[in-house]
């Protein structure tokens, strides 16, 4: 079993920049594929972007591609997800969620095992 609990989101002006952090405990978060998601309001929870047990493999979705950044520190049991230039378009309930990977990135949803509660993202135009 793993707990995930997300961090660092908040109310920022549109062009501005929030790093949230996805912190694990429980069992062995290092051999886990971890991704981050967010759902708006009335929209389906979507994929942003996604990593590996490793961290040498990354996935970003068009909406993310040049302005997010998806890393992870094994020795801190915790995944960061950077996000620059924001738009009120990102404005979501961001999710990080774990799943088993064998080394390489996860991408549906369905892949992911543990999901934390969420933090909510708001980018004010």
């Known amino acids: 079993q793993v707990q995930l609990a997300e961090s660092g989101g908040g109310l920022v002006q549109a062009g501005g920049s929030l790093r949230l952090s996805c912190a694990a405990s429980g069992r062995t978060f290092s051999t886990y594929a971890v991704g981050w998601f967010r759902q708006a309001p009335g929209k389906e929870r979507d994929l942003v972007a996604a990593?590996?047990?490793?961290?040498?493999?990354?996935y970003y979705a068009d909406s993310g591609k040049g302005r997010f950044t998806i890393s992870r520190d094994n020795a801190k049991d915790t995944v960061y997800l950077q996000m620059n230039s924001l738009n009120p378009e990102d404005t979501a309930v961001y999710y990080c969620a774990a799943g088993y990977g064998a080394g390489v990135v996860l991408i549906s949803m369905y892949e992911y095992h543990y999901w934390g509660q969420g933090t909510q993202v708001t980018v004010s135009s």
């Open positions: 990593i590996n047990w490793s961290g040498d493999l990354t």
